[in-house]
T-cell receptor
Framework: GAVVSQHPSWVICKSGTSVKIECRSLDFQATTMFWYRQFPKQSLMLMATSNEGSKATYEQGVEKDKFLINHASLTLSTLTVTSAHPEDSSFYIC????????????FGPGTRLTVL | QQPVQSPQAVILREGEDAVINCSSSKALYSVHWYRQKHGEAPVFLMILLKGGEQKGHEKISASFNEKKQQSSLYLTASQLSYSGTYFCGTDTGGGNKLTFGTGTQLKVEL
C-alpha cells in the first residue's frame, strides 16, 4: 500500500516552454501532497504544500506564478513549471501524506527535468 | 533552518553498526527518517512522534530526544542494501510540513 506515482519520470525541454508533472496516490486518498526540488548531492527542499480543493501554500522564495500547482482531486496533484529556464533543471519529487496513519509521507519516484 | 546531520558520510563493513544523528535548532513535533538511493525517491523508514510513539522498520531503530531537539537512527548488522543517503525530516510546526536535514551518505562494503 501507500504507492505514489509520478509522470513523466524524465523530461527534456527547450528554454521558455512549460512542463507539467503529475503526482498520483494510487491506493489511498491524499488531502495533502507536497512538492520538493532536489539539486545534485543536496537535500530535498520543500517548494509547496498542495491541498485538495484549495490554493497551494508556497515556501519563501518559490515563485507561485512560475510553479503552478493544482490539486484537483484526492489522488492527483500537478506541478507546472512555466517558461522553464536552465536553472530550473532539477529532480522534482512529490509526496503524499497518509492521513489515516502516523502522517508519514510517501514519495513518488521523481521527475528529472532538464531545460536546454 | 535545515537540521544538521552527522556524520556527513560513513563507510561500514557488512555486519557493522552505525548511528546517524539529526539535530534541530527548533522544537520538534515529529522526526521522519528516509533512505534515498542515487537517482531514486526517498523511501520511508521511520517516524518518531512527540510523546514517544513511533512507527518504523523491523531492523532499524531510532530515538527522539525532545528536550535536546535531536534524533538518532540506529542501523544494526548492516547489509549491502543499507547503502544510500539518509535524511531526517523534521516537523517543527505540527502541520506535517517537513524540513529535511543535510543528509548522511552511508556505504556498506563486503
Amino acid at each position: 500500500g501507500a504507492v505514489v506515482s509520478q509522470h513523466p519520470s524524465w523530461v527534456i525541454c527547450k528554454s521558455g516552454t512549460s512542463v507539467k508533472i503529475e503526482c498520483r496516490s494510487l491506493d489511498f486518498q491524499a488531502t495533502t501532497m507536497f512538492w520538493y526540488r532536489q539539486f545534485p548531492k543536496q537535500s530535498l527542499m520543500l517548494m509547496a504544500t498542495s491541498n485538495e480543493g484549495s490554493k497551494a501554500t508556497y515556501e519563501q522564495g518559490v515563485e507561485k506564478d512560475k510553479f503552478l500547482i493544482n490539486h484537483a482531486s484526492l489522488t492527483l496533484s500537478t506541478l507546472t513549471v512555466t517558461s522553464a529556464h536552465p536553472e530550473d533543471s532539477s529532480f522534482y519529487i512529490c509526496s503524499a501524506r497518509l492521513a489515516e496513519s502516523y502522517n508519514e509521507q510517501f514519495f513518488g519516484p521523481g521527475t528529472r527535468l532538464t531545460v536546454l | 533552518q535545515q537540521p544538521v546531520q552527522s556524520p556527513q558520510a560513513v563507510i561500514l563493513r557488512e555486519g557493522e553498526d552505525a548511528v546517524i544523528n539529526c539535530s534541530s535548532s527548533k522544537a520538534l513535533y515529529s522526526v521522519h527518517w528516509y533512505r534515498q538511493k542515487h537517482g531514486e525517491a526517498p523511501v520511508f523508514l521511520m517516524i518518531l512522534l512527540k510523546g514517544g510513539e513511533q512507527k518504523g522498520h523491523e531492523k532499524i531503530s531510532a530515538s527522539f530526544n525532545e528536550k535536546k531537539q535531536q534524533s538518532s537512527l540506529y542501523l544494526t548488522a548492516s547489509q549491502l542494501s543499507y547503502s544510500g543517503t539518509y535524511f531526517c525530516g523534521t516537523d517543527t510546526g505540527g502541520g506535517n510540513k517537513l524540513t529535511f536535514g543535510t543528509g548522511t551518505q552511508l556505504k556498506v562494503e563486503l
